[in-house]
C-alpha cells in the first residue's frame, strides 16, 4: 500500500546542510532510536544511506538510515519530525526503500517492544517474527519485524 503524498526523497550528502538538519532530529529522539555517534550519520550518508523527505517547498519532513545486505535491507532510524507526523511520511519513506531495493527478500527492523509502537508496524506492511534481548542496561525487549518485498525466504 503506498500513500499519496507528495514529496522527494534526497539521498543525503555528508557534511550536508541537510546532513546537520538529520543528525539534529536524531538527536532529539535519541531516547527511542538510541544514540548514534554523529560520526556514524556521515559515514551512513556516504554510503547513500540516508534518505530525508523533503516537502515541494523544501521543508524537512523526516529521514530513514539505512543498511543493505545481501539478502535484505536492515532500517537502523525511522524519524519524522514530530510536527509533521501523521501524514504518511514514515510509510512513504519505507515505501521508497521498498521499491528501490524490490530486489531484496524484506525489509526488517528492530524496535522495543515497550514504546508503544506494536500497531503502527503492522500498518507500513511490517509482520512481527519474535522478540530478542537488547543491549540495554535493563535488558528491554526488541521486537524484530519484517515486511516482505514478495520474493521467497
Given at each position: ?75 537502523v532510524h525511522l524519524v519524522v519530525d ?5 501524514g504518511g511520511v514514515a510509510r512513504w ?29 503492522p500498518r507500513l506492511g511490517f509482520q ?26
Amino acid at each position: 500500500m503506498t500513500t499519496d503524498l507528495v514529496c522527494n526523497c534526497v539521498e543525503v550528502a555528508p557534511d550536508s546542510e541537510l546532513l546537520a538538519r538529520v543528525i539534529a532530529l536524531g538527536d532529539r529522539h535519541k531516547k527511542t532510536i538510541g544514540m548514534l555517534p554523529h560520526a556514524a550519520f556521515r559515514e551512513y550518508a556516504s554510503q547513500g544511506r540516508v534518505w530525508a523527505a523533503v516537502d515541494p517547498a523544501d521543508d524537512f519532513l523526516g529521514y530513514v538510515l539505512f543498511r543493505d545486505t545481501v539478502h535484505d535491507v536492515k532500517v537502523v532510524h525511522l524519524v519524522v519530525d514530530t510536527q509533521k507526523q501523521h501524514g504518511g511520511v514514515a510509510r512513504w519513506l519505507i515505501d521508497q526503500l521498498a521499491k528501490k531495493f524490490r530486489g531484496s527478500a524484506a525489509l526488517v527492523l528492530k524496535c522495543r517492544t515497550d514504546y508503544g509502537l506494536n500497531d503502527f508496524w503492522p500498518r507500513l506492511g511490517f509482520q512481527r517474527i519474535g522478540d530478542i534481548p537488547g543491549r540495554s542496561n535493563d535488558g528491554h525487549l526488541l521486537t524484530i519485524w519484517r515486511r516482505s518485498n514478495g520474493h521467497p525466504d
